[in-house]
């Protein structure tokens, strides 16, 4: 019986430094389960396709998150956050491929952080993927993608987190923020700064920025984002990026309206020309009553411009899009939605799903030039 005493003392002793140390900073563990039986159509067929139509079960972004605060005295704290991303559907994990970072915060002089954040895309009032509605369906898919003169979609500010990222958000000024942060290669892998490149080949730094703005009053809420991003060391192929996105919101009651209107430019890092340029605009609503809400979109790209291809031409490359989700929920933490959305693509038009070209999707969801991708979802998510 001693013996069992003293072990359990001298374990005690040995476990109370990391318990000490555990102390001093709260770690949380949140983050959502979110999956969804779909089907997808197309209403046209290119050659060698199969079928018009398949069914899947999706992942909808479903991700692990730890979060790390610790008090360093006079307002300070030091933060960090893993964002761990995997699909239930296929048990592939995708890592620490969310939001990833680590800094230092004050309530008076702002947040400063190191990582990998999600900057630019996505920033219109879009709603409709907030709870169990289908995130292939968010407006995205339009706002911040566009085709390149060779006709491949090009997400804007990559379409998902960007990586090598210094970040700054203000403190709030009587409902002014702004976030200002600066990428010192956007485009991950391609960092050759310092290369040895080949006799006549174009070397130069590539950079991004990204500076986000946004005033909110009561009900009301505006916003403007700028981007800017070029790769090292460019080739023939290599894009140069420009986006700006204007975006606004006004709610009363449990309704909600948006505005949203993008400009995306490609520009060749190699000999110049704007490669495709193109406006956007998209309208949001949402409706909540009780556990029920409604949420949609209308989204609208126009056709492209380019000086490349003007000798033969580049028009029907535009594009509308609508998608509509009734969400029930069932907890504070649990609802259920059934979500509708259309793409109608002009004949020169590839645009696709949002997700849909990217690690969450499928070769079945990706149109050819003119074909309009449909979708009906039914979904469920679980928050913890």
């Not at 005690?12 to 997808?40: D, R």
């Not at 296929?90 to 800094?103: K, P, W």
């Not at 403007?224 to 140069?240: E, G, H, N, R, V």
């Not at 799903?353 to 999707?361: D, R």
Request: no cysteine.
């Amino acid at each position: 019986m001693n013996k069992k005493l003293l072990a359990v003392a001298v374990a005690g002793a040995l476990a109370a430094p990391g318990l000490a140390f555990a102390q001093a900073s709260s770690v949380t563990i949140s983050g959502i389960f979110k999956m969804g039986f779909a089907n997808y159509k197309m209403d046209s067929s290119v050659p060698g396709r199969i079928n018009n139509s398949q069914t899947m079960v999706v992942d909808n972004s479903s991700r692990i998150i730890f979060n790390v605060n610790e008090s360093l005295g006079n307002g300070t704290e030091a933060f960090g956050q893993v964002d761990f991303r995997f699909q239930p559907d296929n048990n592939q994990a995708l890592g620490a491929s969310g939001n990833t970072f680590v800094g230092l915060k004050n309530a008076k002089w702002g947040g400063f952080s190191l990582g990998r954040h999600d900057l630019h895309y996505g920033r219109l009032s879009d709603e409709l993927a907030s709870k169990a509605g289908a995130l292939q369906a968010a407006a995205i898919g339009l706002m911040d993608y566009m085709p390149t003169a060779a006709g491949v979609n090009t997400a804007i500010a990559n379409g998902t987190r960007t990586p090598n990222v210094l970040r700054y958000d203000t403190p709030n000024w009587n409902g002014f923020n702004m976030i200002v942060a600066y990428s010192t290669e956007p485009i991950a892998g391609t960092e050759r700064d310092m290369a040895v490149m080949p006799a006549g080949s174009s070397t130069r730094k590539g950079d991004g920025w990204n500076v986000n703005p946004t005033y909110t009053n009561g009900p009301f809420k505006i916003g403007y984002s700028y981007w800017q991003a070029k790769p090292d060391a460019p080739t023939a192929a290599s894009l140069d990026q420009r986006g700006d996105t204007v975006y606004g919101g006004y709610a009363w009651g449990g309704f909600r309206v948006g505005l949203g209107w993008n400009r995306s430019k490609l520009e060749n890092s190699v000999g110049g020309g704007t490669n495709a340029e193109r406006d956007s605009w998209s309208l949001p609503m949402l409706y909540t009553w009780g556990p029920h809400t409604v949420v949609g979109h209308y989204t609208v790209a126009d056709d492209i411009d380019s000086s490349v291809v003007k000798a033969t031409g580049y028009g029907n490359t535009g594009a509308k899009m609508f998608a509509i989700a009734y969400n029930y929920d069932l907890s504070k933490r649990t609802s259920v939605a059934l979500t509708y959305a259309k793409i109608n693509n002009e004949s020169g038009a590839t645009y696709a799903f949002f997700t849909g070209t990217g690690a969450l999707g499928s070769p079945d969801m990706i149109p050819g030039a003119g074909e309009s991708p449909e979708m009906i979802q039914a979904s469920i998510r679980h928050a913890f």
